[in-house]
């Protein structure tokens, strides 16, 4: 069973850093690209950044772009986001997702002072 | 960057056919994926690349496709598939990803 679970979340003020992990379990992680999505409260789904499963082509949505960076380790099976420069508009459950074909439960950052 | 525009929200009767429509420049190149979304829920999967199931979707759940317009079709929609669906696709760069607006379905 594919597992894919978010943790790193939590309050932090505007300006602030956060790093959010995805640790993944049921599958090969090393043959799958990776994607975080994020859902600010109320609000959709926005696609925020991808990795390929060697870490090759590596893709960010222009809101986050040069603020986050997106990384992934197969040796550990996870997933990374680095969230630099945070803003209120930051504030969001972040979902990794394998593909798209599965996603974990969320994890909510809260970007306020 | 493209935009996938869903209509907000649409209803249908208990057993009765709902058709979700997203509509996008970039779908005339990329197919379409749909997510089906409760409340306080991860999204999960229910259409891949325009019509594919994936295991444990039920088969009233179906997806086409015609010009730069998507569509989820629920076939005798049941008071489970009462939430929130989302289509994505490619944007027109292919290098990027984007959801649709949503539409809430409420099944009356």
């Known amino acids: 069973e594919v597992q894919l679970v978010e943790s790193g979340g939590g309050l932090v003020q505007p300006g602030g850093s956060l790093t959010l992990s995805c640790a993944a379990s049921?599958?090969?992680?090393?043959?799958?690209?990776m994607n975080w999505v994020r859902q600010a409260p109320g609000k959709g789904l926005e696609w925020i950044s991808y990795?390929?499963?060697?870490?090759?082509?590596?893709y960010y949505a222009d809101s986050v772009r040069g603020r986050f960076t997106i990384s992934r380790d197969s040796a550990k099976n996870s997933l990374y986001l680095l969230m630099n420069s945070l803003r209120a508009d930051d504030t969001a459950v972040y979902y990794c997702?394998?593909?798209?074909?599965?996603w974990g439960q969320g994890t909510l950052v809260t970007v306020s002072s | 960057s493209s935009e996938l525009t869903q209509d907000p929200a649409v209803s249908v009767a208990l057993g009765q056919t709902i058709r979700i429509t997203c509509q996008g420049d970039?779908?005339?190149?990329?197919?379409a994926n749909w997510y089906q979304q409760k409340p306080g829920q991860a999204p999960i999967l229910v259409i891949y690349?325009?019509?594919n199931r994936p295991s444990g979707i039920p088969d009233r759940f179906s997806g086409s496709s015609s010009g730069n317009t998507a569509s989820l079709t629920i076939t005798g929609a049941q008071a489970e598939d009462e939430a929130d669906y989302y289509c994505n696709s490619r944007d027109d760069s292919g290098n990027h990803y984007v959801f649709g607006t949503g539409t809430k379905v409420t099944v009356l």
């Open positions: 990795i390929s499963r060697d870490s090759s082509s590596i």
């Open positions: 997702a394998r593909q798209f074909d599965d």
């Open positions: 970039s779908l005339r190149t990329y197919y």
């Open positions: 690349s325009k019509n």
């Open positions: 049921g599958f090969s992680f090393s043959s799958h690209s």
